[in-house]
């Protein structure tokens, strides 16, 4: 049973950063690419980035490219979500998700997710 558990989210003031982080409970994360999603209240789950099995491979959202950076440190068995220049429409709930590739089936279980709330 695959699950992740997100962490790094708050509040934070327009313009300003946060690093998102996803580390996996009970298995070895270097095996899967991994996806961060959001879903916004009242709004659909959007993939938000993926990083490939060997991190030489990146895909983002049209709305986050340029602004956030997704990274894979399989020493320490986590992937993160650098997310620079936060607009309020960044502000959601935020899951990884292990996937075979990217795109990708998820493989994973959603977790309870990191709430990231941009306002000033």
């Known amino acids: 049973q695959l699950q992740l558990v997100e962490s790094g989210g708050g509040l934070v003031q327009p313009g300003r950063s946060l690093r998102l982080s996803c580390a996996a409970s009970g298995f070895n994360l270097e095996h899967y690419a991994i996806a961060w999603f959001r879903q916004a209240p009242g709004k659909e789950r959007e993939e938000v980035s993926c990083?490939?099995?060997?991190?030489?491979?990146?895909d983002y959202g049209e709305s986050v490219k340029g602004r956030f950076t997704i990274s894979r440190d399989n020493a320490n068995n986590a992937v993160y979500l650098q997310m620079n220049s936060l607009k309020p429409a960044d502000t959601a709930v935020y899951h990884c998700a292990a996937q075979g590739s990217c795109p990708g089936l998820r493989l994973s279980h959603w977790g309870q997710g990191t709430q990231v709330t941009v306002s000033s």
């Open positions: 990083i490939s099995v060997s991190g030489g491979s990146t």
